[in-house]
Nanobody
């Protein structure tokens, strides 16, 4: 089992920045990939970015050049810069081993 605890969401103006954190505990040695997904109202959950144990990263086209995912020990971070209205969503941390584990979600709201 893997437990994930997210933090760092909030309200920010367009053009602003936020950093999300996700701390993993439990059987962390089983984790191959950690990443962030988001779900906006009325939309499907979508991949934002993920990072492998080897450090390879993958980004959604919509966030390339604005978001950066990084990983330190058992914590994964998502630095979000130049935020846009359309980035508003609940952001979920995900850890994948043979199974997928999800965090509880953290709200990011971009509004003026």
């Amino acid at each position: 089992q893997v437990q994930l605890v997210e933090s760092g969401g909030g309200l920010v103006q367009p053009g602003g920045s936020l950093r999300l954190s996700c701390a993993a505990s439990g059987n962390i040695f089983s984790i191959n990939v950690m990443g962030w997904y988001r779900q906006a109202p009325g939309k499907q959950r979508e991949l934002v970015a993920d990072i492998t144990v080897g450090g390879s990263t993958n980004y959604a086209d919509s966030v390339k050049g604005r978001f950066t995912i990084s990983r330190a020990k058992n914590t994964v971070y998502l630095q979000m810069n130049s935020l846009k209205f359309e980035d508003t969503a609940v952001y979920y941390c995900c850890a994948r081993s043979p199974f997928a584990y999800w965090g509880q979600g953290t709200q990011v709201t971009v509004s003026s």
